[in-house]
């Protein structure tokens, strides 16, 4: 019986990680670098100096939440696209109620939490092709550059060089955009209630993955391998995740930079 169930339990994990690692490690850095700009605002110019990215961040964190309940059938109950309240610290909520006996819907609790990490990033792309000239060519920089360091180092290196180059410079399209970038970038990552809620489609999606394993293992079948094919289909946000990771980088280096002389020191 053990010699049946580790292999199970070992396909199952790594199927896990092939599939959803870039949404855990990526959702992962991007909330540091969101607490961390947080902080460079709060220590120096308040709360509400966070609002000037927020009113749009939030309506598009909040809007992902939406588009998604929508999508696995969930019943809107409230929506707030933009409410800053300084004494709870929210912004926005969206508030749905699903039927608990339904797979899908339960299944969708999933996705709802992770939302803002799937539809954000895509607007940033949006962005960077509609108000930046020669977008395709800047972001076209990061592809193939996510399975080495170095090449991903070095298409770092030929985004920023493209992206901030002196033609970009000059063109106000181009502060529009990073703007823009900054406002969402600043607000994709799921907050602590968006991360609770998760957690029923977690489970199902593991059970689900576990029941899989079982019965190819039954049937003399290896799944991984056809899960690992499937996850190559997520393997082009990897580079837009490099991107929205560069994004938020940049807004940390500024806003810490800019606010510096105003911080309060403890």
């Known amino acids: 019986m053990k010699n049946f169930f580790i292999p199970v339990i070992i396909a199952t994990i790594a199927q896990i990680i092939s599939i ?20 460079n605002y709060t220590s120096s110019v308040g709360w509400r100096g966070l609002l000037w990215t927020a009113w749009l961040g939030t ?10 309940a929508i999508l696995f059938h969930h019943q809107i ?12 610290g929210e912004l926005g909520h969206v508030n749905h109620s699903y039927n608990q006996r339904s797979f899908y819907q339960n299944l969708g609790n999933f ?15 949006l962005f960077l092709y509609l108000l930046v000239p020669r977008g395709q060519e800047i972001f076209s920089q990061l592809s ?16 920023l060089v493209l992206l901030f180059s002196p033609a970009n410079l000059t063109s106000y399209r181009f502060w529009i955009f990073l703007y823009l970038s900054f406002c969402i970038a600043s607000h ?27 019965l190819a293992r039954l049937l003399h079948r290896d799944a991984t391998g056809y899960i690992i094919d499937f996850s190559h289909f997520f393997a082009g946000l ?29």
């Not at 309506?59 to 998604?68: D, Q």
């Open 20 to 39: 959803f690692g870039v949404f855990f490690v990526f959702g992962l850095l991007l909330s540091k670098i969101q607490t961390a700009i947080l902080k």
């Open 59 to 68: 309506p598009v964190h909040e809007y992902s939440h939406a588009f998604f």
């Open 77 to 88: 109950n409230d929506i707030v696209l933009f409410s800053p309240n300084a004494s709870t």
């Open 111 to 125: 996705f709802i939490g992770l939302a803002p990490l799937i539809l954000g990033p895509l607007i940033l792309v």
């Open 144 to 159: 193939g550059s996510q399975n080495s360091l170095i090449l991903l180092m070095a298409g770092v290196k030929k985004f």
């Open 188 to 214: 994709l990552a799921p907050s602590k209630s968006d991360r609770k809620s998760m957690w029923s489609g977690w489970l199902i999606i593991t059970a689900s993955l576990f029941i899989l394993n079982i």
């Open 238 to 266: 990897i580079v837009i995740y490099i991107y929205t990771l560069v994004i938020s980088g940049l807004h940390f280096l500024i806003s810490y930079l800019v606010l510096w002389p105003g911080r309060v020191k403890k």
